[in-house]
């Protein structure tokens, strides 16, 4: 075959690829609003797992299962001894007790809760499956699709770990599709998460005034923490997101607790910034209150000095005569990126007000963010 009819058949299949996703508007859509009906708070996926596999069985996709994590995946022509890339969607959502969602249309913007981070995703893979599945596509080296739990909160990335720790050595490079598709995540931000408990004497707010208090104890180390300086750059910060304690308002409180996030795009930064937070910890400690610190989420800082696959959508981008602004995100991209395997993070629409009731995305731009993951397939 001459490397003229060779070019002629790529050109007919992408028209093929073009027609089909042009064609086929209104599944995408439906199958969009469908995901985003389906609650799957971080923890508690499972009515969208069912879901998505049943899916596979109704499109009579065969091939894809649940991991030990709970995660669908999905070997689309995967051969054996090759390397294949890994493309990957979570499902959960940050909306712990919100059962009923409803979706709102005007325009060009639908809104709802999660509609972006990541229902568009999840959707935007599915829909692709079903595109190779429809039009017979041959995959010269596969992809691993993949469907993963717990990336969002305390989730602690659980989902991709478990992929990672599966199929680590049989993959050649990660895309974690995730909300935007003109904003491509190429640093990954680490963090430090903690469960603060501060215990004191407690006691009658009359009788026993005077003794220590534990609102009073945490107040104190919050107030100290917020006094902190940390860099712009390499950027690096905190926050306290959660706090409770006490038992009545003329109760001095023996018992509080509260959560920190601490995080920066640079390993070493946010060592300092947790060595300082200990010391923090350290010196609030007295004869009447005691402090217990508990890790419960931790995500590697990492960076690649060279990433091909920040460079394939940057000429991508180019030859469409778009920038490609590379920013800092804290992304299943994390894992494999500290592996050392090339990683990247975008999606496949422009949004707004992500993890919001008000969370919305603009419908003209589903089309042209599926030609251009498409395209970064190379199909």
């Known amino acids: 075959m001459t490397k003229v009819t060779s070019l002629r058949r790529t050109m007919k299949m992408n028209q093929r690829i073009e027609n089909y996703v042009q064609s086929h508007g209104n599944d995408f859509m439906k199958l969009l609003c469908q995901i985003i009906s389906l609650p799957s708070p971080t923890g508690h996926e499972e009515e969208k797992e069912h879901w998505i596999l049943q899916y596979f069985r109704d499109k009579g996709i065969d091939g894809a299962y649940a991991d030990a994590a709970g995660n669908i995946l999905y070997p689309c022509q995967i051969k054996s001894g090759i390397k294949v890339p890994l493309y990957t969607a979570h499902i959960d959502t940050v909306f712990q007790d919100l059962r009923e969602i409803s979706l709102k249309i005007e325009g060009h913007t ?8 990541n229902s568009a995703s999840v959707a935007g893979l599915l829909f692709i499956i079903t595109m190779i599945h429809d039009l017979k596509l041959s995959l010269p080296k596969g992809i691993l699709f993949a469907f993963d739990v717990g990336e969002e909160g305390l989730g602690n990335l659980k989902g991709i770990r478990q992929v990672m720790a599966d199929w680590q050595d049989r993959l050649s490079e990660v895309v974690a599709v995730d909300c935007t598709f003109d904003t491509f995540v190429t640093t990954a931000v680490g963090s430090r998460r903690y469960a603060v408990t501060v215990e004191a004497a407690g006691g009658h707010s009359w009788m026993h005034f005077g003794n220590s208090n534990a609102i009073a104890a945490a107040s104190r180390i919050i107030s100290r923490l917020y006094q902190l300086r940390v860099p712009k750059t390499p950027k690096t910060t905190y926050n306290v997101g959660t706090i409770q304690g006490g038992t009545t308002v003329n109760s001095i409180a023996a018992r509080a607790e509260f ?50 696959l920040a460079d394939r959508i ?50 003209d731009t589903l089309v042209p963010g599926m030609l251009q993951m498409l395209e970064f397939m190379g199909m």
């Open 110 to 117: 639908l809104a709802a809760p999660s509609c972006s981070d």
């Open 259 to 308: 959560t920190v996030d601490l995080r920066s795009e640079d390993a070493d930064e946010l060592d300092k910034l947790d060595q300082s937070f200990q010391v923090i910890l350290r010196e609030a400690v007295t004869d009447t209150v005691r402090i217990t610190t508990k890790l419960i989420g931790e995500r590697p800082c990492s960076r690649l000095d060279t990433n091909p």
């Open 314 to 363: 940057t000429a991508i981008r180019r030859r469409h005569g778009l920038p490609t602004p590379c920013i800092a995100g804290s992304t299943d991209a994390n894992i494999p990126m500290s592996l050392g395997i090339p990683a990247i993070s975008f999606g496949f629409c422009r949004s707004r007000g992500e993890h919001t009731l008000q969370e919305s995305l603009d419908l």
